[in-house]
């Protein structure tokens, strides 16, 4: 159980381009999500939380019009990373909470590599 | 600023020796405490949870929490090469509201050498 999958795993773009992506619980519900970015040889950092139904709430330093999130259902949360660039190249992970089989614990996802040239 | 501290190491072990990977913590009333397994490339991987003093054991692995001294560690027995990987200690707050996050440290990076 608690099994999250992302979408895709790898992607690479030209700069000033947008790219999407999915995170998706695939066997229990997650009414919060979360995003994180994981930088070489660096921990994971934080980018913001998802909230199944409103906004999401964006860690300090994030900005909130180049990271778009949406998390329209239980099951979903898509990150837009909008006007890329290569400095937002990254390892990006999402992950969520499983609230019935655990009271905090958060299981991830296999995470998308972005690249952009 | 809550701070999660792990030495980054690397750590290196003999195969079949015990690892002992130790993090520490500055809010004092954190509540919620996870040791995860990140191998290279790779996402990170749920070993243990803990929320009360003591141990926790769990195949292996055994956590330890002692909030006195903000301290929670992750031994590891019997070790085996396929343990190699980096160790990240993540300790969980309350951030407003339903909302709930967790802080990570930098991690331990584990070698058991066969």
């Known amino acids: 159980g608690a099994v999250v999958s992302q979408h895709p795993s790898w992607v690479i773009c030209k700069s000033g381009t947008s790219v999407k992506i999915e995170c998706r619980s695939l066997?229990?519900?997650?009414?919060?999500m979360f995003w994180y970015r994981q930088f070489p040889k660096q921990s994971l950092m934080l980018m913001a939380t998802?909230?199944?139904?409103?906004?999401?709430?964006?860690e300090q330093g994030v900005e909130k019009d180049k990271f778009l999130i949406n998390h329209a259902s239980l099951t979903l949360s898509t990150l837009t990373v909008t006007s890329a660039h290569p400095e937002d190249s990254s390892f990006y992970i999402c992950?969520?909470?499983?609230?019935?089989?655990?009271?905090?614990?958060?299981?991830f996802g296999p995470g998308t590599r972005l690249t952009v040239l | 600023q809550k701070e999660v501290e792990q030495n980054s190491g690397p750590l290196s072990v003999p195969e079949g020796a015990i690892a002992s990977l130790n993090c520490t913590y500055s809010?004092?009333?954190?509540?919620?405490f996870f040791w995860y397994r990140q191998y290279s490339g790779k996402s990170p991987e749920l070993i243990m949870s803990?929320?009360?003093?003591g141990d926790k054991e769990d195949g292996r692995f055994t956590a330890q929490l002692n909030k006195a001294s903000q301290y929670v560690s992750l031994l590891i027995r019997d070790s085996q090469p396929s343990d190699s990987a980096t160790y990240l200690c993540?300790?969980?707050?309350?951030?407003?509201?339903?909302?709930?996050?967790?802080?990570f440290g930098k991690g331990t990076l584990l070698t058991v050498n066969p």
């Open positions: 992950s969520a909470r499983d609230l019935a089989g655990g009271v905090n614990e958060q299981f």
């Open positions: 066997d229990f519900q997650a009414t919060t």
């Open positions: 998802s909230n199944e139904g409103s906004k999401a709430t964006y």
């Open positions: 809010d004092r009333g954190s509540q919620s």
């Open positions: 803990i929320y009360s003093n």
């Open positions: 993540a300790v969980g707050e309350n951030s407003g509201g339903s909302n709930y996050k967790l802080t």
